[in-house]
């Protein structure tokens, strides 16, 4: 309870990929991460470790994301998998699932695919009741 929170995030940038750049590839990193360019492959955060990813404007990024900070402001082609906090700011655009345990979504933010809370310490996916059947409505003629 008092501990340290092992999934705090990272306030600082240990890493960048310029506006320029082009990775293809899987990409694994700690610490902060920060994307302006454009990644063709996975980018998960080390486990264990905390972590923060931010995507810029203009940055792109088409496979899985799994990390625990998520500042997202540019493109996301694939599923996006954020264990703690997720920023979905205004120019952002997801194209897939995104799960998430805490989410900001700013007006602007574009999800194309479901919102999928992740619930409780083994976070899998929160279950809501199921819906109350509404009993079909019959007139009479009279």
Known sequence: MF?????KATN?????????????GNMNFGGGLRIDGEIVGD?????????????????????????????LNGSI????HASHYLELQSKCKVVGDVY???LEMHPGA??????????????KPALLPP???????????E
Do not use: C, F
């Not at 600082?12 to 293809?24: F, Q, Y």
């Not at 194309?112 to 409780?120: C, F, R, S, Y």
């Not at 819906?131 to 003629?141: F, G, N, P, R």
């Open 100 to 102: 998430y345990n805490s």
């Open 43 to 71: 980018v998960t955060a080390v486990d264990d470790k905390p972590s923060t990813l931010v995507v810029s404007e203009k940055a792109k990024i088409r496979g899985t994301v799994r990390v625990s900070h998520l500042v």
């Open 12 to 24: 600082r940038i240990d890493s960048l990929i310029g506006l320029d750049a082009r990775i293809e």
């Open 77 to 80: 082609e694939g599923p996006i």
């Open 131 to 141: 819906a109350k059947k509404i009993a079909k409505l019959e007139t009479v003629d």
């Open 110 to 123: 574009v999800v194309v695919g479901q919102l999928i809370h992740m619930g409780g310490a083994d976070n």
């Open 3 to 7: 501990g340290k929170d092992k999934h």
